[in-house]
């Protein structure tokens, strides 16, 4: 069964940067597609970040777009988010989830059958 791990989260400052790595097992991963959430306390998750089996296609929540990237290294079986010029606002759990629709890129997290436990960001001076 596919089992995701996500780790690399901390505490940063603000300005600072982290990777986020989404390590799979169980299943590889080179046939799904994978998807970045995130929850901070009282709010609701939402997406951040996509990608597509092959990375053609990739996804980015407007908040986040030209500061974080997704990458994948389908010869590991990881997918990455690097997340550059942090805000306190990005502090959140972040999750990483599969995607049967291997071929598609969506932050909507009805998509995603397999997630993670999540990684806490905090992003605080």
């Known amino acids: 069964q596919l089992q995701l791990v996500e780790s690399g989260g901390g505490l940063v400052q603000p300005g600072g940067s982290l990777r986020l790595s989404c390590a799979a097992s169980?299943?590889?991963?080179?046939?799904?597609?994978i998807g970045w959430f995130r929850q901070a306390p009282g709010k609701e998750r939402e997406g951040v970040s996509s990608i597509s089996l092959n990375g053609g296609r990739t996804d980015y929540a407007g908040s986040v777009e030209g500061r974080f990237t997704i990458s994948r290294d389908n010869a590991k079986n990881t997918v990455y988010l690097q997340m550059n010029s942090l805000k306190p606002e990005d502090t959140a759990v972040y999750y990483c989830a599969a995607s049967l629709f291997g071929t598609s890129s969506s932050l909507n997290e009805r998509m995603y059958a397999y997630w993670g436990r999540g990684t806490q960001v905090t992003v605080s001076s």
């Open positions: 169980g299943f590889t991963l080179d046939s799904l597609s």
